[in-house]
């Protein structure tokens, strides 16, 4: 199953809205999405599983929706320290865990 | 609080063997969890490459199947990947992960191995 992320680079200020798609090549179980935030020099850090849930820590600014084959992640007011690097994740198949190739948050 | 972190050596001649293991501190490996390896070349997205579970049973990506092998140390409440024949394709950090729901809840701080004569 093929993740495609979109846009390439979203450039947004402090405050926006920031809508991020990912969209499989193939029907997506409702529970085996999940996206994670990465900084510089920094291992991803888990944002959102099973579409909508967010992990441990993660401010409700950050909210995951969608089915079947298109998902979004949504910041629903850039902070600062959000500019990062976003990946979805899709788990099932072959390979059992698949990435996204990634959407660049950068500040406007 | 889980925490993991990677060991091994930086570099690796090519047609070498990259050995890394996975130390897992402020819990047992001992779980229902599965434990994942995922690597980024520089520059790049992420590539899951493999998980193990406790008891030693696998699921590798097809991409890396001739070349990989993890193991896990139950005494040393570690686990490890082995990759054979490198290239300099192989050039990445390499991050150890803790498998939650159907994704990876805990992840190491990385380890860059360069592949290079």
């Known amino acids: 199953n093929v993740l495609t992320q979109s846009p390439g680079t979203l450039s947004l200020t402090p405050g926006d809205r920031a809508t991020l798609s990912c969209r499989a090549s193939?029907?997506?179980?409702?529970?085996?999405l999940a996206w994670y935030q990465q900084k510089p020099g920094q291992a991803p850090r888990l944002l959102i599983y099973g579409v909508s849930s967010r992990a441990t820590g993660i401010p409700d600014r950050f909210s995951g929706s969608g089915s079947g084959t298109d998902f979004t992640l949504t910041i629903s007011s850039v902070e600062p320290e959000d500019f990062a690097v976003y990946y979805c994740?899709?788990?099932?198949?072959?390979?059992?865990?698949?990435f996204g190739q990634g959407t660049t948050l950068e500040i406007k | 609080q889980v925490q993991l972190q990677e060991s091994g050596p930086g570099v690796v001649k090519p047609s070498g063997t990259l050995s890394l293991s996975c130390a897992v501190s402020?819990?047992?490996?001992?779980?229902?969890?599965?434990w994942s390896w995922v690597r980024q070349p520089p520059g790049k997205g992420l590539e899951w490459i493999g998980e193990i579970d406790q008891s030693g049973s696998t699921t590798y990506n097809p991409s890396f199947k001739s070349q990989v092998t993890m193991s896990v140390d139950k005494s040393k409440n570690q686990f490890s990947l082995i990759l054979t024949s490198v290239t300099a394709a192989d050039t990445a950090v390499y991050y150890c992960?803790?498998?939650?729901?159907?994704?990876?809840?805990?992840w190491g701080k990385g380890t860059t191995v360069s592949v290079s004569s």
């Open positions: 994740q899709q788990y099932g198949g072959s390979p059992l865990y698949t």
């Open positions: 402020g819990g047992s490996i001992i779980s229902t969890n599965w």
């Open positions: 992960a803790r498998n939650g729901y159907w994704s990876m809840d805990v």
């Open positions: 193939q029907t997506v179980n409702s529970r085996d």
